[in-house]
């Protein structure tokens, strides 16, 4: 069974929430341990100061950053770090090789939030190796060889901050995820039935390239630049990831339909897919244009294929609250329209009268 090249995964029954449970850490052999904890601080953005409820309660100082999931334990999104405060009580993932300072710090892998006594506790796993079932279902085995997690149809899949109602099939080796579930057998490997599973990320295998797309979970910021079509100001829902303008893939082929260079954009339920065609007119379906986003979003890659004018292609896409947005400079080269930046007045420009240029 391979070894991964990312956090190794764990899970323990909802009846041991307040214990921490030592597993093995797949990167530098450390452990990881799992933790119910009270918030005492939250420090200039990248660290988070909390008291454990274990046996032997500590104080532990929680070093957070890009690759750290936060996620809402009811509501299953995304949670940015500046919405914790003091005293919320959190299930935090962390490391067991810890600094020497007083309080000690640890590396902080995954932290759960809004907890309510009776619910089921989202468990973080890596899924190694897939089985499937004659009756729709499948189950998996963590890569830590410890549970064997059942999903049946009944299951709620989904992409964090993007697609719903999946099925057990778009489960995938390699897969991070959050997985609910109330009762664990008492057995080894243990094994119990998911309520909901929420994919969050790809694993990789040590020593192989990093993934194409990046580790989860991103912030996608309202872009605050100006937005020009043919010298007219236009109001877009457009976010920034990672230095780069992405632009509602609808509103955009709303906005240029009608000029030399429009496109129709369309989707393929069955085939799961996004087709670009040059040349035609956009079909309207209701929502374009409705609003501009004003706070930070969790973007997520987007699963679906691409086909622009019949041949799959490789574009960097995300799915941002069922909506998905493409790097605008991808758009523009595809459809041969100039997208410009000026520097001095933050506003970035749409051509449809010039061919696109890098």
Known sequence: MRKLKSLTA?????????????????????????????????????????????????EIDLRVNADTVIIDNGTKKAVNLDELSTGDEIMAYYSAAMTRSIP???????????????????????????????DGSMFFADDTDSYLITVTPDTEVSVLGGESGLTPGDIEEGDILFAWYMIIGLS??????????????????????????????????PTAAAVLVNGVNVAFDAYNID??????????????????????????????????TSGKPYTEIGGEMAGKGDVNKTPVPTRQRIFLDGDEVAFTAYNIDGNNYFKLRDIGEAFDFGVDWDEESKTVSIDTSKGYEN
């Open 10 to 58: 764990f899970a323990v029954a909802a009846a041991l929430v307040a214990a921490s449970c030592p597993l093995s850490f797949a990167d530098d052999g450390a452990t990881v341990l799992r933790s119910l904890a009270d918030v005492t601080a939250v420090e200039d953005g990248s660290l988070i100061r909390v008291k454990t409820k274990d046996s032997q309660p500590q």
């Open 104 to 134: 000690p710090q640890s590396n902080c892998f995954a932290i759960v939030t809004g907890m309510k006594q009776g619910d089921a506790t989202a468990n973080y796993l890596i899924v190694d190796e897939i089985k499937n079932v004659t």
């Open 188 to 221: 080894h490997p243990a094994v119990a039935t998911a309520e909901s599973i929420v994919i969050i990320g790809k694993s990789t295998d040590a020593g192989e390239p990093e993934p194409e797309t990046p580790a989860l979970p991103l912030i996608a910021r």
């Open 243 to 276: 230095g780069n303008n992405y632009f509602k893939l609808r509103d955009l082929a709303f906005k240029l339909s009608g000029s030399d260079k429009q496109f129709e954009a369309g989707y393929d339920d069955e085939e799961n897919a996004i087709s670009l």
